[in-house]
């Protein structure tokens, strides 16, 4: 993934530390009350092996980091704020962590649940 050359050796960033980052943010944010794959095939997966970067897809590329998430969100929260909050929270958190900028972040909504109090 990354690379830099440092006089006492060479840094590699993977993925999945990064991807790790952005789920760990995700999940606290507000609103959020779970990450969601993208499709059955993931699905079947997770559900198989229990994985810390469900949901979040990361691509790096021409020294650009791209995540996308997946999100399940609390019924009766504002959609746009709660996308909004994640988005920020992970770019916060990843470009504190690594100490390189996140160039694009793309949350997508994939349910609404019903909390069980109501």
């Not at 009350?33 to 092996?49: E, P």
């Not at 609390?74 to 746009?80: F, L, N, P, S, W």
Request: hydrophobic share 40%; charged share 20%.
């Amino acid at each position: 993934m990354n690379k830099e050359i440092t006089p006492l050796g060479n840094i590699r960033i993977s993925r999945q530390a990064i991807a790790t980052i952005a789920y760990h943010a995700a999940q606290r944010s507000y609103g959020v009350v779970g990450l969601a794959s993208k499709n059955i095939a993931d699905g079947l997966a997770h559900a198989i092996v229990k994985d810390p970067t469900h949901g979040i897809d990361v691509e790096y590329k021409n020294q650009q980091i791209n995540i996308d998430i997946y999100i399940i969100i609390e019924y009766g929260t504002r959609i746009k704020s709660v996308a909004s909050s994640v988005a920020k929270t992970v770019q916060y958190h990843v470009e504190k962590a690594l100490g390189l900028p996140v160039h694009e972040i793309n949350v997508h909504v994939q349910g609404l649940r019903i909390s069980e109090d109501e």
